[in-house]
């Protein structure tokens, strides 16, 4: 495969260093700087894209040219720019997720399933903690899954993100969710349901980048032929 890889990062320098191990050919490996170098480039065979928000337009215009297939990890995405990588989808094949790690895959998928049986008899708090370089929070990981539980119930519940100023009891409708920033932590995420004398916590923790990074060279090749639409981790790992 030939491969186009935008950011280039710790997270890009792993792609690429995997991309190698298989004897795939890197088109380019861009960071911000060089996104005006977009307009030059060829159809790629994948775009792996783990870059920033401000890179979204020249990249988007690459992949509507081209039609180059698009993994996209960036997070901190406004919601018009989620709106953006949509769109994308009538272009080329999307797949768009805030963590290429199969773990985290499937515990979405357990949070989907049994998620919403739970939320009558207990309260849901999402702790989520990364290394004291990480910008957005809370992770785009913790809103994926908090997302995971509240789209299956039409989306009634809201996201409370702080309580230092909030004067009052816990409301049943909400979801909470605490980030936690230090160190050199990889990415830890608790979801905790609490309930009346019990709790139950589902719980990822990697140990190294890497697990996200093959995770993105695996979708790469999930992608590899599929015409124009919207993916995600949750069919790559059905098809796995």
Request: hydrophobic share 40%; charged share 25%; no cysteine.
């Given at each position: 495969m030939k491969i186009l890889i935008t950011g280039?990062?710790?997270?890009?320098r792993m792609v690429e260093e995997l991309a190698q191990q298989k004897g795939w050919e890197i088109l380019?490996?861009?960071?911000?700087?060089?996104?005006?170098?977009?307009?030059?480039?060829?159809?790629a065979d994948a775009a792996v894209d783990f870059s920033h928000p401000a890179m979204l337009d020249p990249l988007a215009n690459y992949?509507?040219?081209?039609?180059?297939?698009?993994?996209s990890g960036t997070t901190g995405y406004s919601e018009e720019q989620m709106d953006v990588l949509r769109q994308l989808g009538k272009s080329a094949a999307v797949l768009y997720s805030?963590?290429?790690?199969?773990?985290?895959?499937?515990?979405?998928?357990?949070?989907?399933?049994?998620?919403?049986?739970?939320l009558a008899d207990f309260d849901v708090e999402l702790v989520e903690k990364h290394h004291n370089q990480k910008i957005d929070a809370p992770s785009g990981t913790a809103i994926m899954l908090a997302n995971a539980i509240?789209?299956?119930?039409?989306?009634?519940?809201?996201?409370?993100?702080a309580r230092h100023a909030r004067r009052m009891k816990r409301e049943k409708n909400e979801i909470g969710m605490h980030a936690i920033r230090g160190g050199t932590i990889v990415g830890e995420h608790d979801v905790?349901?609490?309930?009346?004398?019990?709790?139950?916590?589902?719980?990822h923790s990697a140990a190294s980048k890497t697990v996200f990074a093959e995770g993105a060279v695996n979708a790469a090749v999930f992608l590899s032929g599929?015409?124009?639409?919207?993916?995600?981790?949750?069919?790559l790992i059905e098809q796995s």
């Open positions: 280039y990062g710790k997270m890009g380019a490996a861009l960071d911000g700087q060089d996104a005006k170098l977009l307009r030059q480039l060829k159809k992949i509507r040219r081209t039609g180059t297939p698009l993994i805030a963590n290429y790690s199969l773990g985290v895959a499937l515990l979405r998928r357990i949070l989907e399933n049994f998620g919403p049986m739970l509240n789209e299956v119930k039409d989306n009634r519940y809201h996201y409370v993100y905790i349901f609490a309930g009346n004398d019990e709790v139950i916590t589902l719980s599929k015409p124009a639409g919207l993916y995600d981790m949750k069919q």
